[in-house]
């Protein structure tokens, strides 16, 4: 029983990769785009040893940035690998969403999924190198709630860590977390 299971959150785990695919898996034939541009001038990324720079102090989104670097270093200005990170992200989001969903509000958890993979407010996040930003800070401060709600606080600390180093925005995520808190509590 627990292997037909298993094997079906794998194979809802694949539809949901394949329906980010559908939706964003053009991208990866685009090009750079507005800021991606900027990025690509930047020491930081283009210097062998811009890596030191992605971890300095005025970097506010440091993990994010050095992304870029090891993405230049390993590809250079060939925008496919660059694209092909950023989908990869978002597909993963999606997966990460669906067993959040899947354990909170089991009842719409694929439906839940499947629209973030699918809806077209994500395009900015997947077909802009430079917003990649915006997916790590999702994909971090999802597994962080996630871990959260499986009374892992710990874990839940490292991830919400990662997401602070990826996009600033992302310190509402305690926030979420507390009002999570209180309807658990009101609902006990």
Known sequence: MRRMVSGQRRATNVWIVLAALAAFGGSLFSGFHFDDYGMLQDPGVVLPGGWARCWSLWQTR???WFTFWMNYQIGGRE?????????????A??????????RVLPEAALF???IFALHPMQSEAVDYVYARAILFCTLF??????????DRPWSAVAWFTLAVLSKEECVTVPLVLALYAARSRILL
């Open 79 to 91: 925008a496919l690998l660059w694209h092909a990170v950023n989908v990869a992200l978002h597909a």
């Open 112 to 114: 839940g999924a499947l």
């Open 141 to 150: 401060s999802l597994m962080a709630i996630d871990e959260w709600t499986r």
């Open 93 to 102: 989001c999606a997966v990460v969403l669906y067993r959040l969903l899947r």
């Open 62 to 64: 440091p993990l994010t």
